[in-house]
């Protein structure tokens, strides 16, 4: 049964609108009041991040020379993977490596607007410290959670063996000694730098590319039309704020639960992610190969998560973390595993999980599968997905959360989404 009882019809959702206008906005009327929260960046970036650019672009640095940080997080599709492949493997959804026969077990995530997030811990309601036992696990890098700072997310794919596929730290540091910018490290870190020990030089690396992701205005540009929306320079569609209500109630799509859609406290703009994990149960994708049975947060391997007891670490595996919804609509497929290739077919899913299985969980041959079907070596596991919040709070014979109509509204809010917005709508994988 829904939580709470919604108001009908027109009834409901003009009283939804004039709610969500009034707190997306700050207040009444159609500007935000706050122009300090979405002035992008126009100073100049340090040398540090100058240096971080150039690193993050060069295709030097990887086994083959042909895979930078940039080839799977494009600045086109919201520094995520590229949209699509051409050739054999076009349809594996995943990124391929410096060697193009291998490819990732997980998506690319966007980069953008990480700057805002913070290392992994389990919080209280307030953002406070908490115990695994009182808090929900929040925070950490990659899909689930395992560096700590942007810095430790960008050094670990240089020796990933899938992915730039350098053998060790030091072939790494000996393509810095001879890109054309070597002359650059040596004026920030001294004409010494690689003598010195190839982790130190390593480490400068990774602040470099942390540093070009912070100061840089094109991770946190802050430029969808939602943002023009909530600076009272445009306006939404009919449809578009259909679906941005139906994204915030709580007896609908609830999407903001998990993704706030409205302006924080100290005058941020929406970040459209709670930075929070979730175990959704997606259905496993047979195409990529490496992403079966994925435990997530529960295997990430920090010391934080090791210490804990089974007990305390079980109920965390299967969940993921819960990704920015801005730029969505320039992602080529969705969730960690690529399951999904539509936003349509995202929202379907969230709200018709429960009612139909049959249509999602499938096999090798595209027969109906076990419910959860990606969990089946752990089963125990699918006690973690969850089905207690809407709208997965549904079963077979019910009405889902959402119908088609309302689906489609919900997606074209999301297309909002995408930075860059300058007056005419942008292309969107609806």
Request: proline letters at 6%; aromatic letters at 10%.
């Amino acid at each position: 049964m829904p939580l709470e009882t919604p108001l009908h019809g027109a009834l409901w959702l003009g009283a939804a609108l004039l709610s969500l206008l009034l707190t997306a906005c700050g207040g009444g009327g159609g500007s935000s009041g706050s122009s300090s929260a979405t002035a992008q960046s126009t100073g100049t970036m340090t040398a540090t991040a100058l240096l971080g650019q150039k690193i993050f672009n060069d295709t030097s640095l990887s086994l083959n020379g042909n895979q930078a940080c940039a080839s799977c997080h494009v600045a086109s599709r919201g520094h995520a993977g590229p949209f699509q492949f051409v050739g054999p493997n076009s349809d594996i959804p995943t990124e391929p490596g410096s060697d193009a026969s291998k490819f990732g077990g997980r998506m690319s995530p966007s980069i953008r607007y990480l700057s805002f997030n913070k290392s992994f811990g389990f919080k209280d309601d307030k953002g406070g410290e908490a115990t695994p036992a009182t808090g929900t696990p929040t925070g950490g890098f990659f899909w689930d959670g395992r560096a700590t700072t942007l810095a430790d997310q960008g050094k670990r794919p240089f020796t990933n063996p899938i992915e730039m596929a350098n053998a060790d730290v030091a072939d790494v540091v000996s393509k810095l000694a001879a890109a054309s910018y070597a002359n650059d490290i040596k004026a920030l870190y001294g004409q010494d730098i690689f003598s010195q020990d190839p982790d130190t030089v390593f480490e400068r690396v990774a602040l470099a590319l942390q540093a070009f992701e912070k100061e840089s205005p094109e991770f946190k540009t802050f430029s969808s039309k939602y943002d023009a929306f909530l600076r009272g320079q445009t306006s939404l569609s009919a449809s578009e704020l259909r679906g941005f209500a139906l994204f915030n109630s709580s007896v609908k799509g609830n999407c903001a639960a998990c993704h706030p859609s409205k302006i924080s406290s100290d005058g941020t703009f929406p970040l459209f992610t709670d930075f929070s994990f979730d175990s959704l149960g997606v259905p496993r994708n047979w195409k990529v190969a490496g992403s079966h049975g994925d435990k997530g947060l529960c295997a990430n391997g920090t010391d934080l998560i090791n210490s804990l007891t089974d007990a305390e670490r079980e109920p965390l595996c299967g969940k993921f973390k819960v990704p920015s919804l801005r730029n969505v609509g320039l992602r080529k497929a969705f969730f960690h595993n690529g399951r999904f290739t539509s936003l349509t077919d995202v929202v379907t899913f969230y709200v018709q999980r429960d009612i139909f299985p049959e249509r999602f969980y499938l096999d090798a041959h595209g027969q109906p599968d076990i419910k959860f079907n990606d969990m089946v070596d752990d089963p125990e596991h699918m006690a973690n997905v969850n089905t207690t919040e809407v709208p997965y709070n549904r079963h077979p014979g019910q009405d889902p959360a959402l119908n088609a109509d309302e689906i489609t509204d919900v997606v074209n809010f999301l297309c909002t989404l995408t930075d860059g917005w300058t007056g005419s709508d942008l292309a969107c994988n609806r």
